[in-house]
């Protein structure tokens, strides 16, 4: 559950629903979004205070397509998530020589 905390600033709190027996629910704050904050430091998240279904030992991996090499470039893949993309080959007089961000 993603909540915003400041009207005036874009924050938000990650929030994270504990369910116990009985159908009691906890929602707990495990982190938060700044998107004004310097990059990379934008998201922060307390993995360990995050409660995953029974028999989820760890976090799921959630990217769906790997990086590209370098020489290629990420195309989106139409009505899919931005993290699903194509590597094509880099426009002929472009070259690309990172392979993390886009």
């Given at each position: 559950?993603?909540?915003?905390?400041?009207?005036?600033?874009?924050e938000?709190?990650i929030?994270?629903?504990?369910?116990f027996?009985?159908?009691l629910?906890?929602?707990?704050?495990v982190g938060?979004?700044s998107?004004?904050?310097?990059?990379?430091?934008?998201l922060?998240?307390?993995?360990?205070?995050?409660?995953?279904?029974?028999?989820?030992p760890?976090t799921p991996h959630?990217?769906?397509s790997e990086?590209?090499?370098?020489?290629f470039?990420k195309?989106?893949?139409?009505g899919?998530?931005?993290?699903?993309?194509?590597?094509?080959?880099?426009p002929?007089?472009?070259?690309?020589?990172?392979?993390?961000?886009?």
């Amino acid at each position: 559950i993603i909540q915003r905390v400041h009207e005036s600033e874009a924050e938000y709190a990650i929030l994270n629903f504990w369910n116990f027996p009985e159908g009691l629910g906890l929602k707990v704050k495990v982190g938060k979004y700044s998107p004004h904050a310097p990059r990379g430091q934008e998201l922060s998240l307390s993995e360990e205070m995050i409660e995953w279904a029974i028999g989820v030992p760890e976090t799921p991996h959630s990217v769906c397509s790997e990086s590209c090499s370098p020489g290629f470039r990420k195309t989106t893949q139409e009505g899919k998530a931005t993290c699903c993309f194509d590597c094509a080959p880099c426009p002929e007089n472009e070259i690309s020589n990172e392979t993390g961000e886009w």
